[in-house]
């Protein structure tokens, strides 16, 4: 682990670890996400895209800017899109820096796939299992979590 490493030095690690496992655009009829890009579901995007962070009255990530967050915006999804969403909904929302590495990487992984609540809960389990703790699975890093993974 290193011990020195600022928040953004692990995120690119983690994300550098994420991108070659999420490819470009695909819209699989299969897949419940929808149309996804750099691994951001269309179904994601809704939910995560309707914040307005820069309080400019739009939708965030709404790049077509026709006023709806559809199709189009996930095909122009880019891969700098695609980082900022992951650091802020999963990365900083769920503080997954304040896990060693690499297992900061590998939640995150699963946070993109699964969703940040539902990795955390695995983390949880697994730390049940391989310590012998008794956390309760609630999908929170605080801090009967990290002390759990940290004895």
């Not at 962070?53 to 891969?79: E, H, Q, S, V, Y």
């Amino acid at each position: 682990m290193r011990f020195a490493d600022s928040p953004e030095a692990k995120f690119a690690r983690a994300l550098a670890f994420v991108f070659p496992n999420e490819g470009g655009y695909v819209n699989h009829p299969a897949d419940r996400g929808g149309a996804t890009n750099h691994g951001v579901s269309l179904r994601f995007l809704v939910a995560e895209g309707r914040i307005d962070a820069n309080r400019d009255g739009l939708a965030d990530f709404d790049l077509d800017m026709d006023g709806d967050l559809d199709g189009a915006d996930i095909r122009k999804l880019t891969k700098d899109h695609a980082a900022a969403l992951f650091r802020r909904a999963f990365w900083d929302r769920h503080g997954l820096h304040r896990l060693p590495e690499p297992l900061d990487r590998l939640v995150f992984d699963q946070a993109v796939n699964a969703g940040g609540t539902a990795a955390v809960k695995l983390l949880q389990r697994a730390i049940n299992v391989a310590a012998g703790a008794l956390l309760k699975p609630d999908g929170v890093l605080g801090p009967k979590t990290l002390a759990a993974l940290d004895s």
